[in-house]
C-alpha cells in the first residue's frame, strides 16, 4: 500500500484544506468556530471492533477460557489507541465540518475538543433556516 493510499484509508473523509496556520475563519462557510480531532476515520475502529467481536464469539462457542476469548477485543482497542495517537491533529470545522489540515500543533492548543453544546448550537440553527 502506498502512503497515500493509507492516507486515504486511514483519515477523516470530507472537504478539506491544508493551512499553516489556524484560520480566523472557515474557508467554506465563514464559521469562526472550530474544534481539534485526530485524523483518524472512526468507522474504521468501529470495523475493528466488530471483526473482534465476531472473533470472540467463535472463541466463546469454541469454549477457549476467557482471556483467549477477550485477546482480540483488546488487541483491537489497544491498536485502534495507537492509531488515534499517531494521527495528526486537525481542526474541524463545527458548522459544515470542513477539515483543515497541516495546521502546527501549538496552534491548534488553543482549540477544545468537540463540544457537543456548540455542535447542538450550529445544527439548531441549520435545522432553523432549512424549514
Ligand atoms: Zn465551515
Redesign the pocket.
Known sequence: MSASSYENFIQLVGNSTQSKELPSQ?P????KEFYKQSDFKRSLGLVLVSIASVATMILMYMGYNWFIIWSPMLVVLVVDRVLLRMRPVVAI??????ILRGIPAEALDELESFDLEIYDRYKYKEENSKS
Do not use: D, G, S, T
Not at 467554506?28 to 464559521?31: D, F, L, T, Y
Not at 470545522?93 to 470542513?98: A, L, R, T, V
Open positions: 472557515c467554506e462557510c465563514n464559521c470545522c463545527y458548522n459544515c465540518k470542513h
